[in-house]
């Protein structure tokens, strides 16, 4: 006589499953549904926050609200008839495209420069590496006040050191546009050289250490190989660095307040004087909706200009 042994029930997969995650009580199929739309609440809500003060203000731009008129209508385009025939509105747009195109090319090529020196690995440069992020941790408007007190005609410390006398004044409408200008150059070229850095530290090593075999000088490898690669990250801190400059406002008020005259007019500064302080709320809200309109066409332009340059460090393109 033979005995058969009793076999154990088999288990459903479910089951399995439930006790390999310690008996977890199964999640109901209305709360996995709901998950996704209560992860996106906080997307919203920043959405929101944003649009919502962007399409008021964009509305304001068609009324004719103001300090002196509680009560606006509507005059549609008027508002961008009055600014688009005033020569100072003008000028603004050519001081914010001179910041931004200076202080955009100049802090590039010299934040290239201080990351191939970066590169070297010696003690000076891990040393100046560290020193290089200070200006970064300083608020804008605090450098203001630095440099605003260095630019002194009187007691500053530029004219001393340079052996300028007490008569070259930086801040002069002649000089005003360069002196802001070096104050941006002087806090915001490490950001560049950072970017930079971290993408010269992430090319592949084989390509260089190959042509170094063949006799290939720096200056070859430079061009030939590490600039094609680095282009994307460049045009990475370009876009940064350009789209800030063309809405700048706060070292340059502190420094000038938009002065002398309207040598230092940006167009944030326009739109905050006609808001704030001449409280036309529909006129600045009018220069902010064009200067709006000059970032979004300038970022779509450079973000394609990225796209296609990412595609031909990756060998997409030729």
């Known amino acids: ?38 992860l996106s609440i906080p997307a919203l809500v920043i959405v929101i926050g944003i649009l919502y003060p962007f399409v008021l203000g964009a509305y304001y731009a068609f009324l004719n609200y103001a300090a002196v008129n509680p009560d606006p209508h509507f005059v549609w385009f008027d508002n961008f008839k009055s600014v688009l025939g005033d020569r100072v509105f003008w000028k603004s747009v050519t001081v914010t495209l001179i910041f931004a195109v200076v202080a955009t090319g100049v802090e590039t090529v010299l934040g290239v420069g201080l990351a191939l020196l ?60 360069w002196s802001v200008i070096l104050v941006d150059l002087w806090i915001f070229t490490p950001f560049v050289a950072i970017l930079v850095l971290a993408g010269i530290r992430s090319l592949p090593k084989e390509p260089f250490e190959a042509s170094e075999v063949d006799g290939a000088n720096w200056l070859y490898m430079f061009r030939k190989l590490m600039l094609p690669m680095l282009w994307p990250y460049i045009l990475v801190a370009v876009i940064f660095r350009f789209m800030d400059n063309l809405k700048v406002f ?69």
């Open 1 to 38: 006589m033979t005995t058969q042994t009793p076999k154990a029930p088999a288990t459903s997969p479910a089951r399995h499953t439930a006790a390999s995650r310690g008996n977890l009580p199964e999640v109901p199929a209305w709360r996995r549904r709901l998950r996704p739309y209560v």
């Open 118 to 177: 970066l590169n070297r690995s010696s003690i000076i440069g891990k040393i100046f590496e560290k020193v290089l992020i200070l200006p970064l941790m300083i608020a804008p408007v605090i450098a203001g006040v630095i440099w605003k007190l260095m630019f002194n005609p009187q007691f500053g410390v530029l004219n001393h050191v340079l052996g300028l006398g007490n008569t070259f004044d930086w801040l002069s409408s002649t000089h005003a546009l």
């Open 250 to 318: 706060d070292h340059i008020y502190v420094l000038t307040a938009g002065g002398p005259g309207v040598a230092t007019r940006t167009l944030q500064i326009g739109a905050f004087e006609d808001s704030i302080i001449n409280l036309d709320y529909s006129r600045g809200s009018t220069y902010m909706l064009l200067l709006w309109i000059i970032v979004f066409i300038t970022a779509r332009y450079l973000v394609s200009v990225l796209g296609k340059a990412q595609r031909r460090a990756a060998g997409a393109e030729s």
